[in-house]
């Protein structure tokens, strides 16, 4: 019954399924909620949202067997969504680690799978593997893939891995899809990895807090994702780094893309090893020249090493990089008016990167006290955006 539902909610134009989808799509995102503020954030008249709440009731899309807190009368009802009758598939493709989620409509994670790969597979190769990883998992649940609603899949570490041209990006996404849909008899959505986290991290923690939301993260590449007014419009999978193509400074390093002066030249991963490398070249000291034999045998992992050792050398590399990657950010929130930024990525937790980053947005803010943004660290878990893969397949049902 969900499923056809959903598909309904998806296809169907009639102003009456429409109205059903709006309810339903407002109560996965703030419920448990009471019906008073349905019938406000719906802009409907009581009578008619109490007729669609009986409705989807009688269809088991919704429950009501919380009650709120009273304020003297009666608890009121309080609407949530049947969160069990309905199972999502969210991947990660990475030719590192590859991560499959099996979630509820919540996005609670009911069971998961971690793929490491020894060696470079085809991007077919990995959908066979990690197809036949996700039946084990499916059948340890008692399910298969036709009980799921769809199936989310990240794909962009591979397009980049693969160096394609972002002229061939369309083509291939389509090559990609058809031969997964042709191996799985359910909706299947590819995307970024960006978006998703993205996705994930607002539903989850912020749906109720924001309505101008920025997602950013800071790694080899340097990404970015806003969701306004609770409207996603993930961007092309191609522009994915765009935001490491900010320009920091005119006159500075060329960057691969051919611009001068991009954030990913001052605060990306590459930059920093970079600027450690540069200045062990100009004979300053660091832990690094214990921890390695040539500069050929310097890593991210051995500059990571030197942080956890208080290695002041690669602490001022992380400090310009963060400084600088505030300053973007703070770009950033002027243009969209941001209240909520949340910062991710494998350098936020990395010594004090997320405080000096921090600190450096509220700098750039100073002179606007008007503006309020709050700045937080993202979420701590490496699952956040395979459980956003699976999450948008659901948004993608509910989309006007």
């Not at 290695?311 to 990657?325: F, H, K, M, N, T």
């Not at 947005?361 to 943004?373: A, D, V, W, Y």
């Amino acid at each position: 019954m969900l499923h056809t539902l959903l598909n309904e909610f998806r296809t169907s134009k009639n102003s009456k399924t429409q109205k059903l989808k709006t309810l339903y799509r407002l109560i996965l995102n703030h419920g448990p909620i009471r019906a008073e503020t349905l019938t406000s954030l719906a802009s409907m008249k009581p009578a008619t949202c109490a007729r669609l709440l009986d409705e989807l009731g009688r269809n088991h899309l919704i429950s009501t067997s919380e009650l709120g807190e009273s304020t003297g009368g009666r608890k009121p009802i309080l609407y949530n969504i049947n969160a069990a009758d309905g199972y999502l598939v969210g991947i990660e493709m990475s030719d590192i680690y590859s991560t499959i989620v099996l979630q509820n409509l919540k996005l609670d994670i009911l069971g998961m799978v971690k793929v490491k790969y020894e060696h470079l597979e085809t991007a077919e190769n990995m959908v066979d593997h990690l197809l036949n990883k996700l039946d084990i998992l499916l059948a340890e649940h008692g399910l298969n893939v036709k009980s799921l609603l769809g199936i989310g899949i990240a794909i962009d570490h591979i397009l980049e891995r693969d160096k394609l041209p972002y002229h061939q990006y369309n083509s291939r996404i389509k090559e990609l899809h058809d031969y997964i849909s042709s191996k799985v008899p359910c909706f299947v959505l590819l995307g970024s990895g960006i978006s998703f986290a993205a996705f994930a991290e607002y539903r989850l923690r912020y749906t109720s807090d924001s309505q101008r939301f920025l997602f950013t993260t800071c790694d080899t590449d340097i990404r970015s994702c806003t969701i306004i007014n609770n409207q996603y419009a993930p961007a092309p999978i191609s522009t994915a780094q765009a935001f490491g193509h900010t320009t920091i400074d005119i006159n500075g390093q060329r960057c691969e893309c051919g611009s001068f002066g991009c954030l990913k030249q001052y605060s990306s991963l590459s930059a920093i090893k970079s600027r450690v490398i540069q200045q062990l070249r100009l004979g300053k000291s660091s832990i690094i020249n214990e921890l390695v034999n040539n500069e050929s045998e310097i890593s991210y992992h051995t500059i990571f090493q030197a942080l956890t050792l208080d290695d002041a050398l690669c602490l001022e590399a992380l400090g310009e990089a963060a400084y600088y990657y505030g300053i973007a950010i703070a770009n950033a929130i002027l243009t969209t008016q941001a209240d909520v930024v949340v910062c991710g990525g494998t350098l936020t937790p990395k010594n004090h990167f997320f405080e000096m980053t921090k600190k450096s947005i509220e700098e750039k803010l100073s002179i606007f006290p008007h503006i309020k943004t709050r700045i937080y660290p993202a979420n701590d878990s490496y699952e956040i955006v395979a459980q956003g893969a699976g999450g948008m397949v659901m948004e993608k049902y509910l989309a006007d």
